[in-house]
């Protein structure tokens, strides 16, 4: 069906539609282009740019052409592209604009493998070994349509396909090795799981993370759907409403977001209309219960769903761009169960997935009918999941990965007899509904010896609306304690006072359902929230727990210099 729109962006302030007829011309012109640059069969490209057409038609190009695309985070610093380029010896590598060129430039001379610098459409070039994206095109009049084909038929499902480069919570980013067959039996999970429909999605999250090209690269192309290319991140709630996506994907801070603002919007409601909203949310929590659970709703209460849906619900949904959404997902990191039971309450449930790149993204998931609140869902269909003696979650199946690039040490400590060993540590229910309970390389081990995870603390100290971020500390100290960000938004409407006693309440609750071990003895409220540029999170958000407790070093001595 080439006819079908494959993609589209905004040109002009305007929204252009590209059929797949000429995504797949552009994408084999940019193939042959590469050829002609002398890219080898297995010859690696990068990726350092914002979400946008090209960054796709530069790597399906790579692969078509036999060789191996590698995304690089906008966020990276000059020395972190370097060791990217440098580490996966790239031919070319493809740049946005001025800026991210200019972390090429800074470190050109450490870059001997580098041949070629590509510039996305309407950025300029400098000349010597920097191209416009139409020079670069151009470059493809030199190689012959049977030229690509006999590259890309000699292609075997076992080749390297892509790296995906970690984004370094503990060292320097290892590139996930991943295969053909890896892609494509992923994506065809992933469409058989939400039910196999053309669907229509938003990009915009960092197209170098493995969840968003499966929404934007293989997904779409195994199926056709269309995608929405994000203008900018600051874009993306007028984007939604102007795509209203049928499926959405996004990372538990996001989702938060959405939670912190439209918590405070239906907070303004009094009333009959206060009166009313609450109706509508109780009706839809408890809909959404019987379908977690695959149970058919009650007719009365179906009727109460109607009429809840016509007369606050649609309106919702409507105004943040979800009135078509049937699908929304939430990965990467633990999402907080009052953010899933809020969304559930006006009727946009979030189904959380678990897994990691080196298995392309899905290990678990929460079903439609098969879902239970607070954990990561069941095994999906096709693979074999266990939890090994120490509480390792351990995973095996095509999805696999082929090992790290450039180093079999680290391989042979995740891979061991096909099994791929996440770092992450889980328990099965009676059920079969998986929970994370914490990650091996985070365990805290106190002065006393007591191993404590501190995922689930966190957990229960960001329950509070005030709290952005928390991080728990007390490694070789005899008590825990707590570095915490506040969320701005809810921040502004209480005084520091109040927000200590407020977060101080949270973290009694907390501390009455915990061992006496694992209670928070002292707290510190950080100045500002936690930031990419500023080094304590991850490009997807997760939290550089050595960075944080370097960068807070006073903080977290003054919390221990008195004693408990």
């Not at 927000?499 to 009455?512: G, H, L, M, S, V």
């Amino acid at each position: 069906r080439p006819s079908m729109i494959a993609y589209r962006a905004k040109v002009g302030g305007r929204w252009q539609a590209t059929t797949w007829k000429t995504y797949v011309e552009q994408i084999r012109t940019a193939a042959r282009a590469m050829i002609a640059l002398g890219l080898p069969r297995g010859g690696k490209v990068t990726i350092l740019g914002f979400n946008r057409p090209e960054w796709v038609i530069f790597d399906h190009a790579a692969m078509l052409a036999g060789g191996c695309p590698a995304g690089i985070y906008t966020t990276c610093s000059a020395d972190e592209v370097q060791y990217i380029v440098h580490h996966s010896e790239s031919h070319l590598v493809l740049v946005e604009n001025a800026d991210q060129l200019a972390k090429v430039k800074a470190q050109r001379a450490e870059l001997p493998h580098l041949r070629w610098i590509v510039m996305m459409r309407g950025a300029t070039a400098t000349g010597g070994d920097v191209l416009t994206w139409e020079d670069f095109l151009a470059k493809a009049d030199a190689v012959a349509e049977p030229e690509l084909d006999r590259r890309s038929d000699a292609i075997e499902q076992a080749d390297l396909a892509t790296l995906i480069y970690t984004s370094g919570t503990t060292g320097p980013p290892k590139g996930v090795m991943l295969s053909h067959r890896n892609l494509v039996w992923t994506s065809d999970l992933l469409l058989d799981i939400g039910g196999r429909r053309e669907e229509v999605g938003l990009s915009y999250l960092p197209l170098s993370h493995i969840a968003e090209q499966m929404c934007t690269l293989h997904m779409p192309a195994s199926i056709g759907s269309t995608v929405y290319f994000a203008e900018s991140i600051d874009k993306v709630p007028e984007n939604l409403k102007e795509a209203r996506p049928t499926a959405f994907f996004g990372v538990p801070r996001i989702w938060e977001k959405f939670h912190t603002g439209l918590a405070a919007k239906l907070a303004e409601a009094t009333g009959t209309k206060k009166r009313l909203v609450d109706w509508a949310r109780s009706v839809c929590r408890r809909v959404n219960e019987h379908r977690d659970r695959g149970e058919a709703v009650p007719r009365m209460l179906e009727l109460q769903y109607r009429l809840a849906t016509k007369l606050v619900i649609s309106k919702i949904k409507a105004a943040i761009g979800f009135d078509r959404a049937e699908r929304l997902y939430s990965g990467a990191a633990p999402i907080a169960p009052d953010v899933l039971e809020f969304m559930s309450s006006i009727d946009l449930p979030i189904l959380e997935i678990y897994g990691q790149s080196e298995d392309c993204g899905p290990t678990s998931c929460n079903l439609v009918g098969r879902t239970k609140l607070g954990s990561v869902g069941v095994a999906l269909p096709g693979l074999e999941v266990r939890i090994a003696d120490d509480g390792e979650i351990c995973v095996r199946g095509p999805n696999v990965f082929l090992g790290y690039y450039k180093e079999p040490e680290a391989t042979a400590d995740a891979l061991v007899d096909g099994w791929l060993h996440s770092g992450d540590l889980g328990a099965f229910d009676n059920n079969g509904y998986l929970t994370i309970t914490g990650r091996k390389k985070e365990i805290i081990i106190t002065a006393g010896g007591k191993n404590i995870s501190p995922k689930n603390i966190e957990a229960l100290i960001k329950s509070s609306p005030l709290v952005g971020e928390a991080v728990v500390i007390g490694d070789r100290r005899k008590y825990l304690t707590a570095l915490i960000t506040l969320e701005p938004t809810a921040a502004t409407r209480v005084t520091t006072e109040a927000a200590r006693a407020q977060i101080q309440a949270t973290i009694d609750k907390a501390n009455e359902a915990l061992a006496r071990v694992e209670q928070v003895k002292k707290f510190s409220i950080l100045p500002k929230p936690f930031g990419v540029d500023s080094g304590e999170l991850t490009p997807t958000l997760k939290i550089k727990r050595k960075a944080v407790a370097k960068l807070y070093a006073r903080e977290i001595e003054s919390m221990y210099e008195n004693g408990e």
